[in-house]
């Protein structure tokens, strides 16, 4: 967008590898722009005092992660905190990024003051990111909205200025601009609205698509058990433009770093407000449930599970990422290998983070290929929605497999497509099908 960044990491090896040039994570577009930025317009360092002298804006960036009883563990938040406080001697704008509970605003600052910066060298803002893994870079440029949660208007000026780029629509003139929904003629709104808003703003959003994923995945049992299909009710349910027809995929439910963590600390900061916020308790049963639901479909397309072979394919938390942070894929792996499967997986990239967590074994394979991973194998699971996986050669699939069987967690595929491809087909809330020449079977 034009500005100059430092960015600061306590971890020494973090900060070499991206002034090396490697991004470290799988995400659309960061290596382009790190390649042509690096050096110039950004650069990576561990001296988090000198950073701090240099700007006029600080992004906290650090990690959330779920303490024992679902709240969010703020003790990075409060500890970068303090170590900005040691260093502040004129004017800064700290500007709270990390998803954080209703209030962090309020303690961010007590802790500055606490360390002896007075109250004029700094203001905390609050500006969440709605950013998703694998597209965040366009999510970041092309946003639906920017929140700035800003109880002084010169910090608020601040935001908006380092934000101008974007909401006066220039950026997208540019010629070496990244592609996405927003353009010149409709960029994004900025909305200012108090700290504690914006900090409520994140966790609802969060935990409103959390719900309408649960929602959907209820209804999705509710078709199974009525033998409709959730596809054409998700569909009618979608054009209503108060509803949408975003997050409304049925499947094995959500996982990532994000919606797990997000709704239970939205659920504790309720509890610890007095208010009776029940629904999200059931939007974390649905969401498990979905998982256990899937398990007892694959065991009643093989009848007993002990030495099943099982092809997997995708292991990431969703398609197009590496991440396998709560996913539900290697949960339902490990399941299935309690229940005595043997297990040959594919990830077109999360294999390698997969084995951290679940190492091969007698078990457990790690396969080459999707067509690899269904070899022999008694029937074959789809767990993560990769695109590549929907052009799978399907006869040569079929061929591989030991018995033409696929169990689909993710509603890849067009049953009718399937059938006519000779498999039986189960998937999520639809009819399940079976080889159009196995006439008893079609006719159950
Ligand atoms: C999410 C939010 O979308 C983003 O705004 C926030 O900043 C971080 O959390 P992310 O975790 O990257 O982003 O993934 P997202 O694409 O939202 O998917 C989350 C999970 O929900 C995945 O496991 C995905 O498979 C699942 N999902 C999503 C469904 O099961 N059905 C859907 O219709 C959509």
Redesign the pocket.
Known sequence: MGHDVVCVDNDELKVAALQGGDTLIFENYLPELLERYRNIKIRFTTDLAEATRNSEAIFIAVGTPQGETGDADLSYVEAVACEIARSITSYKVVVEKSTVPVYTNEWISRTFERNGVSPELFDVVSNP??????TAVSDFLHPDRIVVGANSERAAKVLQTIYRPLTSGEYYSRAASIPGSCSMSEPPPLIVTSTKSAEIIKHA??AF?AL??SF?NAVSNLCEAADANVQQVALGMGLDRRIGP??????I???????PK?VAAFRSVAEQLGIDFQLLSEIEKINLHQRKRFLKKVRSALWTLREKRIGVLGLA??GE?DDVRDS?ATDLVQMLLAEGCTIAAFDPAAMKRAADILPADANLRYADSAYDAARDADALLILT?WKEFSSLDLSKLNKMLRYPIIIDGRNMFDPQVMMKNGFTYLSIGRPTVYPLRDLDATSK
């Open positions: 990111e709605f950013l998703r893994e694998g959003s969060n698509l309408k994923i959907i975003r997050f409304l995929s049925p499947g439910g959500y996982g990532g770093s994000c919606f997000d938390f969703k990422t539900p929605d």
